[in-house]
């Protein structure tokens, strides 16, 4: 079994599973890039691997800036992201925020129109694998998902492989390297 097919024992993902496994940053940049109208839900474990040179809230909000995404914060990390000065971020709650993303005629946060690329980072495996089930499941039709978390998420439309924490913070400064131009 290859390393990007782990998971939790005795879970089974369905007969649906990652659609791509993106093992190159410029994929994930033109995944991103590509979204007419993207949500970034960050959990409260964003920051779990920060260090010197790098800040995973600024990261974030620098994606976010970039290809003027919404970021729903759903912990107590909200606090930081507005320090950021970034006008674009929400706070609600992750049940709730996936239950909205499975009705197909939320307008998003702001009313204008729902969205059609969510990357979701920060977030435990298991409740991850649980929210992405349930959009993958109830709103496959109009939305797509991306975990930027590093390890293989199988009910993720797009997915990274798992990665040791050096080599995933690398890929997420590229990523945002080539976003930026």
Request: net charge positive; glycine share 8%; charged share 25%.
């Given at each position: 079994?290859?390393?990007?097919?782990?998971?939790?024992?005795?879970?089974?993902?369905?007969?649906?599973?990652?659609?791509?496994?993106?093992?190159?940053?410029?994929?994930?940049?033109?995944?991103?890039?590509?979204?007419?109208?993207?949500?970034?839900?960050?959990?409260?474990?964003?920051?779990?691997?920060?260090?010197?040179?790098?800040?995973?809230?600024?990261?974030?909000?620098?994606?976010?800036?970039?290809?003027?995404?919404?970021?729903?914060?759903?912990?107590?990390?909200?606090?930081?992201?507005?320090?950021?000065?970034?006008?674009?971020?929400?706070?609600?709650?992750?049940?709730?925020?996936?239950?909205r993303?499975?009705?197909?005629?939320?307008?998003?946060h702001?009313?204008?129109?729902?969205?059609?690329?969510?990357?979701?980072?920060?977030?435990?495996?298991?409740?991850?694998?649980?929210?992405?089930?349930?959009?993958?499941?109830?709103?496959?039709?109009?939305?797509?998902?991306?975990?930027?978390?590093?390890?293989y998420?199988?009910?993720?439309?797009?997915?990274?492989?798992?990665?040791?924490?050096?080599?995933?913070?690398?890929?997420?400064?590229?990523?945002?390297?080539?976003?930026?131009?």
């Amino acid at each position: 079994m290859s390393k990007e097919l782990t998971g939790q024992i005795a879970e089974i993902p369905g007969p649906i599973k990652a659609l791509v496994v993106i093992k190159e940053p410029k994929v994930a940049a033109a995944i991103i890039k590509k979204a007419k109208r993207p949500l970034i839900i960050v959990g409260d474990l964003a920051t779990k691997y920060d260090e010197k040179g790098f800040d995973s809230i600024s990261l974030i909000t620098e994606v976010g800036k970039a290809v003027n995404a919404h970021i729903n914060v759903t912990g107590p990390l909200i606090r930081k992201f507005r320090e950021t000065g970034y006008d674009k971020v929400y706070f609600m709650s992750a049940p709730e925020v996936v239950d909205r993303l499975r009705d197909e005629s939320w307008k998003g946060h702001d009313g204008n129109g729902g969205y059609d690329l969510v990357i979701f980072i920060g977030f435990r495996y298991y409740y991850a694998w649980l929210m992405l089930n349930g959009l993958k499941h109830y709103a496959f039709k109009w939305l797509k998902t991306m975990s930027l978390d590093p390890y293989y998420q199988p009910n993720a439309t797009y997915t990274l492989p798992t990665m040791k924490i050096g080599e995933w913070r690398e890929f997420i400064k590229k990523i945002l390297n080539i976003i930026k131009g």
